[in-house]
């Protein structure tokens, strides 16, 4: 049997006569060929056609074929395949004066799309800026307080407004605000992401967030976002890899960023050391970060970053209990004391690690009741990250305890 196309066989696109047949030289599994390329499978096609997938199957398979052009239209109908596929299949295109299969009203549609995109965007001055930015604090402090599962739908919108408003802006001034907000909500999902174990998401935030920074050349968000996602790693069992990170991010932005982020991305580096059991380099990034912490709470042009004498009190009493170190009962105690009723799932933190650390020092009376707020907090909070402790600390408390 001759292997030719329909192409071969065309018909005049003035005047197809819908009862036509082709000769019974023309293969059909060529036919159905073009048509797979498109996308079309037996089951398609034979949908599209009421043929059935049966007799789809048998043409395909060569033992019979198609010999009526109005079968071959209703496929091509059915399948929407695009003008230069009619083409070859010997049909003329829909679109006479564009053999490509462009259509001037999808063409004309996008571009009114795109008009309107623009001018809702044109309309983003300083002002909207400033309130989408307090929108994202105040989602911040409602993340601190009740976790991220609770403002979810809240954050999606928010993500989805700051990013049209961002994609279609045109005055620089106005894009680069946009820009560094941007980051920072998405930010604030990666950590949300994070806390919820979804780390392939918090990643994805990241990568956005890091994409953003760098359009709104602030090497300060930039840093901390980039830093953020190190825990991403931690928490996939790559310690190693979250150091190098850490450590590059330290090096290239040290002179460049606020003493308060250097305190920041070194107490990071700290965890991932301790993580890794280098105590050597973990005490060397805590001396570091303690020696340039700031006094104050934070820094009004970095509100995603709050770290102060307590926070860090906890966080250095967290790395040195690695090593059973067991003075970190006061770091932690003082970090508790410091708490101001506002970091739901820091305290929550907090009290799993003093917790962990009276264990430790034989104290399971003193360390039952911070596991149980914890556990507490970590689940008002939807805080499955931290729930995963709590089980394993509440277990070894009733170990301990003789239950």
């Not at 001759?2 to 009862?19: E, K, V």
């Not at 009619?86 to 295109?93: E, F, H, I, S, T």
């Not at 994202?136 to 009740?146: C, G, M, S, Y």
């Not at 308060?260 to 060397?284: K, M, P, Q, S, V």
Request: proline share 4%; charged share 25%.
């Amino acid at each position: 049997m001759a292997h030719s196309t329909l192409s071969n066989y065309p018909l005049p696109s003035g005047n197809r006569n819908r009862h036509a047949t082709f000769s019974e030289s023309a293969t059909s599994p060529d036919f159905f060929g073009i048509a797979a390329k498109y996308g079309a499978s037996q089951v398609r096609i034979g949908t599209a056609t009421g043929l059935g997938q049966p007799r789809v199957n048998a043409i395909m398979r060569g033992t019979t074929t198609i010999k009526e052009l109005a079968v071959i239209e209703r496929i091509a109908a059915g399948l929407r395949l695009p003008d230069h596929a009619r083409m070859l299949l010997g049909l003329a295109p829909l679109d006479t004066a564009s053999p490509t299969g462009d259509h001037d009203d999808e063409h004309e549609e996008q571009t009114t799309e795109l008009i309107g995109r623009l001018d809702a965007a044109s309309a983003v001055d300083a002002t909207t800026v400033m309130i989408l930015r307090t929108d994202t604090n105040n989602l911040r402090l409602l993340d601190r307080r009740l976790g991220g599962p609770a403002i979810t739908d809240k954050m999606h919108a928010q993500m989805a407004q700051i990013e049209r408003a961002h994609r279609h802006a045109v005055r620089p001034r106005i894009r680069a605000q946009l820009a560094h907000l941007l980051a920072e909500t998405a930010s604030l999902a990666g950590w949300q992401a994070i806390n919820t174990v979804a780390l392939n998401d918090a990643w994805n935030h990241y990568e956005r967030a890091k994409a953003a920074a760098r359009e709104a050349e602030d090497a300060a968000v930039l840093a901390y976002v980039s830093g953020e996602q190190a825990y991403v790693l931690m928490d996939l069992g790559r310690p190693a890899e979250a150091a190098e990170l850490l450590q590059h991010i330290h090096a290239t932005h040290r002179d460049r960023v606020p003493a308060r982020l250097r305190t920041w991305l070194a107490a990071a580096e700290a965890e991932a050391a301790a993580i890794l059991g280098d105590e050597a380099a973990c005490r060397r990034a805590l001396d570091q970060a303690a020696l340039v912490l700031p006094e104050g709470d934070g820094d009004p042009n970095m509100p995603y970053l709050s770290i102060n004498a307590h926070h860090f009190a906890r966080w250095r009493g967290s790395c040195l209990l690695r090593f059973g170190d067991l003075s970190t009962v006061e770091d932690l105690r003082s970090a508790l004391a410091g708490m101001d009723g506002t970091y739901n799932r820091a305290e929550a933190g907090v009290r799993c690690d003093l917790g962990h650390a009276l264990l430790a020092a034989g104290e399971p009376e003193a360390a039952q009741p911070h596991i149980q707020r914890a556990k507490q907090l970590a689940t008002m909070t939807g805080c499955r990250r931290q729930r995963r402790r709590i089980e394993e600390l509440s277990r070894a408390v009733n170990r301990a305890l003789g239950r």
